[in-house]
């Protein structure tokens, strides 16, 4: 008898962290992501030793779920080295994987840049930008049912 309600209530809390964890993707999308928006040739503090104190982040798109932070490098033929922090709009660039991580990207006319692409608050600060937290969370959930149900 006491093992059928201690069934019951795990059943419970899982089903109420799946509730928040579904209202926490819900609010993840629906409101807008903030990132850092700057070139290293108007201000060197933008560069490889990004000084994020000197910027203030920048709301994209207005609520829409169709922007990410992007983190975007080019080498120059003279050896300089351009990086620019954006809000950027999905489908912008063709042919371009637009999924969170860093890719090359060459255009028709031989433009190459690293993309580097992330979903989260401020996530574009660094060189590498780190990877959303939808997948944490997805990850913990994951753990949390596998200890109640094994």
Same mark, same amino acid.
């Given at each position: 008898?006491?093992?059928?309600?201690?069934?019951?209530?795990?059943?419970?809390?899982?089903?109420?962290?799946?509730?928040?964890?579904?209202?926490?993707?819900?609010?993840?999308?629906?409101?807008?992501?903030?990132?850092?928006?700057?070139?290293?040739?108007?201000?060197?503090?933008?560069?490889? !030793?990004?000084?994020?104190?000197?910027?203030?982040?920048? &709301?994209?798109?207005?609520? =829409? /779920?169709?922007?990410?932070?992007? #983190?975007?490098?080019?080498?120059?033929?003279?050896?300089?080295?351009?990086?620019?922090?954006?809000?950027?709009?999905?489908?912008?660039?063709?042919?371009?994987?637009?999924?969170?991580?860093?890719?090359?990207?060459?255009?028709?006319?031989?433009?190459?840049?690293? !993309?580097?692409?992330?979903?989260?608050?401020?996530?574009? &600060?660094?060189?590498?930008? =780190? /990877?959303?937290?939808?997948?944490? #969370?997805?990850?913990?959930?994951?753990?949390?049912?596998?200890?109640?149900?094994?």
């Amino acid at each position: 008898m006491c093992r059928s309600g201690h069934d019951d209530m795990v059943r419970i809390h899982v089903h109420t962290l799946w509730k928040l964890f579904i209202l926490l993707v819900t609010v993840t999308v629906v409101s807008s992501i903030r990132c850092y928006e700057c070139e290293n040739g108007v201000n060197p503090a933008c560069g490889k !030793y990004f000084k994020a104190y000197q910027f203030k982040a920048q &709301k994209c798109g207005d609520g =829409s /779920p169709y922007y990410k932070c992007a #983190l975007q490098r080019q080498t120059e033929a003279d050896g300089y080295v351009g990086i620019a922090r954006v809000c950027y709009e999905m489908g912008t660039l063709y042919g371009l994987n637009e999924t969170d991580g860093c890719r090359e990207w060459t255009n028709e006319i031989g433009f190459t840049a690293l !993309y580097c692409f992330c979903s989260t608050n401020l996530c574009n &600060k660094g060189s590498n930008p =780190s /990877p959303s937290v939808v997948l944490t #969370l997805t990850g913990v959930m994951s753990l949390t049912i596998s200890f109640f149900y094994p």
